[in-house]
Antibody
Framework: QIQLLQSGPEVKKPGTSVKVSCKAS????????VQWVRQARGQRLEWIGW????????KYAQKFQERVTMTRDMSASTATLELSSLGSEDTAIYYC??????????????WGQGTLVTVSS | EIVLTQSPATLSLSPGERATLSCRAS??????LAWYQHKPGQAPRLLIY???NRATGVPARFSGSGYATDFTLTISSLEPEDFAVYYC????????FGGGTKVEIK
């Protein structure tokens, strides 16, 4: 069974950093790419960036370029998002999502359950 | 950054009716466009990728079309579970999402 299990909710002070992890199971993690997306209450989905698991190559949205880092640990089948210099506008649900072609050449797209990050003084 | 504009913002329809959702890109994205369905309290669900390919398990009433800058998601006959927000996402360059179309019950 394909599963993406994200870390639990976080409450952070402004100016600090947060890490959200995403543990994959049920598929070949190394053959996938992971995108990170967030949604603030009542707002649209917002793309943060992606990481190609095999190479570690990353692409970030310009808005987050200076304060986001995406990494992966292939041995632990885990991807991690770190966002620094947090402000109240970063309060949102953060999702990881993987996409890949499986052995039957079928396109797969699976999402984690979401992690609520609250930034408050 | 490529901007995606979705219209209408809200679509009020009854079950059984046809829904036509539009997504326009500020520059060509070729066929690198996906459609997602998003319901409150759930993760988004991929419906269509590469403009017109249905994702695994997606009912045939969902179809996608378009190329370059103009794309359409069509739901041929709305089922009760189809009332949700729909987002398009371009994947040609630094992915972006559109603003969403809410399909609500009339």
């Amino acid at each position: 069974q394909i599963q993406l299990l994200q870390s639990g909710p976080e409450v952070k002070k402004p100016g600090t950093s947060v890490k959200v992890s995403c543990k994959a199971s049920g598929f070949t993690f190394i053959n996938s790419a992971v995108q990170w997306v967030r949604q603030a209450r009542g707002q649209r989905l917002e793309w943060i960036g992606w990481i190609v698991v095999r190479s570690g190559n990353t692409k970030y949205a310009q808005k987050f370029q200076e304060r986001v880092t995406m990494t992966r640990d292939m041995s632990a089948s885990t991807a991690t998002l770190e966002l620094s210099s947090l402000g109240s506008e970063d309060t949102a649900i953060y999702y990881c999502a993987v996409y890949y072609y499986d052995d039957n050449d079928e396109y797969n797209d699976h999402w984690g359950q979401g992690t609520l990050v609250t930034v408050s003084s | 950054e490529i901007v995606l504009t979705q219209s209408p913002a809200t679509l009020s329809l009854s079950p059984g009716e046809r829904a036509t959702l539009s997504c326009r890109a500020s520059q060509s994205v070729s066929s690198y466009l996906a459609w997602y369905q998003h319901k409150p309290g759930q993760a988004p669900r991929l419906l269509i990728y590469d403009a017109s390919n249905r994702a695994t398990g997606v009912p045939a009433r969902f179809s996608g079309s378009g190329y370059a800058t103009d794309f359409t998601l069509t739901i041929s006959s709305l089922e009760p579970e189809d009332f949700a927000v729909y987002y398009c996402q371009q994947r040609i360059n630094l992915f972006t999402f559109g603003g969403g179309t809410k399909v609500e019950i009339k």
